[in-house]
């Protein structure tokens, strides 16, 4: 039997024939490592990064465990971000629909507390949230942690850089301490030790290189003075002219000033960092995922959590002290077989970084000339795809499907025309290709879904 096939565990025949109908075939090598250990009841403390198939290790461990018929909280997962908890909330759904007795709840901050109080109070066998509303929900007494069997810590690093630290051991401390807990961290500094010491028992360390395909990343290092590195970021994307590029900054107040100047040249570019509110929030990851969009300017932490399947580019706008974070801010292009470029810009007094980063990577990286580049002539070209934001969610039974057909049916349009189209509870965003957004507009405010009319306009851009 192949030891990476998840037919090799001894999962349930219903759950094993819905991870086949997702395309889920062989295990990936944290799965591999991780699940048996899982599913044996054991504390994990893994290394993953985003991508890694981490959400799946401990989704199925965690699902296999849960008593259907006892509507309490038997699994909590903690995430750092409210966009990271809802893609974990999503994947656990998919993974879940083997059996429609289990419910999964996302609880975060950002949004109303209300509904959420309500759905707490008709019970639930899962949650998933971030510390800060999830330790206030245990506040109120909405949260009973006292049947929880599984507590899963995802992206636990982030955790701490934001500061959770607090929030999380409150949460732990009402929670029984006989119960399996997971912990999955991109990097492993020592307050992740300290944590995991704190809050396992006996835990198996799991490392796993999800290194990429020997050269499917392309680095190089710019040399530029600290004063030029706008005009530098201009100048690669001109030159390259990648059709989504991430770059990496380490303050909020340089992303969003980069942003701003990157629109000012032409550039579709957006910010996302801590200062935004969480609509705002939504609608950059939005735009930037669906191709509304071409560059995005993120920090670290605001970056965390990002479901980007292709990204040709990433730029490290400044260069990030630690060699792990440098290494997991690459990573994220050149993945699915796809060719990534990384291009990172360091000033001559950061020649000591380049060498750090350098001796992580086990190799010299190419150093590139910035003059050689040549500048693209004329208006750079805008995104391929326009967003539409339409007054209606989840909350009124809105459904992708519902949308799409009202497109391509009433509408007239190709469904190659229809880009990505993100459900949110009190909104929709559709992204329509440039040429056919007026059609599209018109066709969306102008027929019934679901039995009653829905606004629906362009989402207005600062470029």
């Known amino acids: 039997m192949n030891p990476t096939a998840f037919s090799s565990l001894h999962l349930k025949a219903p759950l094993l024939k819905n991870l086949v109908s997702l395309g889920y075939a062989e295990m990936t090598p944290v799965q591999a490592h991780s699940l048996p250990l899982i599913l044996a009841g054991k504390d994990v403390i893994a290394k993953a990064k985003t991508g890694s198939g981490k959400t799946a290790a401990f989704g199925i461990g965690l699902l296999t ?44 901050g950002g949004v109303p507390f209300g509904p959420q109080l309500t759905s707490l109070e008709h019970g639930a066998h899962v949650v998933v949230g971030t510390p800060g509303r999830l330790l206030d929900h245990l506040r109120r007494g909405s949260l009973d942690l006292s049947a929880l069997h599984t507590l899963v810590l995802d992206e636990a690093d982030r ?4 500061g959770f630290q607090e ?7 009402a929670a029984p301490p006989k119960r399996q807990t997971l912990l999955f961290s991109a990097t492993y500094p020592e307050s992740i030790a300290a944590m995991s010491g704190a809050i396992q028992h006996e835990p198996v360390e799991v490392s796993v290189d999800e290194a990429h395909d020997e050269g499917a990343i392309e680095q190089v290092f710019y040399e530029v003075d600290h004063e030029q590195r706008t005009e530098a970021v201009a100048r690669i994307l001109g030159h390259y002219r990648p059709e989504s ?8 107040v340089e992303c969003q000033e980069l942003a701003d100047a990157l629109n000012s040249r032409g550039f579709a570019a957006l910010a996302i960092h801590g200062d935004l509110e969480q609509r705002e929030r939504d609608q950059v990851l939005i735009c930037f995922a669906n191709r509304s969009a071409s560059v995005l300017v993120a920090t670290d932490v605001a970056a965390r959590g990002l479901d980007i399947k292709e990204l040709p580019a990433v730029i490290n706008y400044e260069l990030s002290r630690n060699p792990e974070i440098h290494t997991h801010r690459i990573g994220r292009t050149g993945r699915a077989g796809e060719q990534g470029l990384a291009i990172s810009l360091a000033t001559p007094r950061e020649s000591r970084v380049v060498a750090a980063i350098e001796e992580a990577l086990g ?15 004329g ?3 805008g995104p391929p795809m326009v967003t539409l934001c339409i007054d209606g969610g989840r909350k009124n039974k809105l459904r ?11 509408g007239g349009i190709a469904g190659s025309e229809v880009g990505r189209i993100d459900v949110l509870d009190f909104h929709t965003y559709v992204a329509i290709m440039r040429h056919s957004v007026d059609r599209a507009v018109a066709c969306l405010g102008g ?5 009653r009319f829905f606004k629906a306009r362009k989402l207005c851009l600062p470029f």
Do not use: W, Y
């Open 65 to 108: 465990r849960l008593d259907a018929a006892s509507f309490r909280v038997q699994a909590l997962v903690l995430c750092p971000t409210r966009e990271l908890a809802d893609q974990v909330g999503k994947e656990l759904r998919r993974i879940a629909r083997f059996t429609d007795n289990i419910k999964i709840l996302t609880v975060c």
């Open 159 to 162: 955790m701490l850089d934001m």
């Open 167 to 173: 929030d999380i051991s409150a949460l732990i401390a």
């Open 245 to 252: 590029a991430l770059i990496f900054c380490n303050t909020k």
């Open 363 to 377: 190799s010299v990286i190419t150093r590139g000339d910035l003059s050689a580049l040549t500048p693209a002539s």
């Open 379 to 381: 208006r750079p070209p």
């Open 400 to 410: 992708p499907g519902d949308v799409l057909g009202a497109l391509t049916g009433e």
């Open 447 to 451: 027929n019934r879904i679901k039995g």
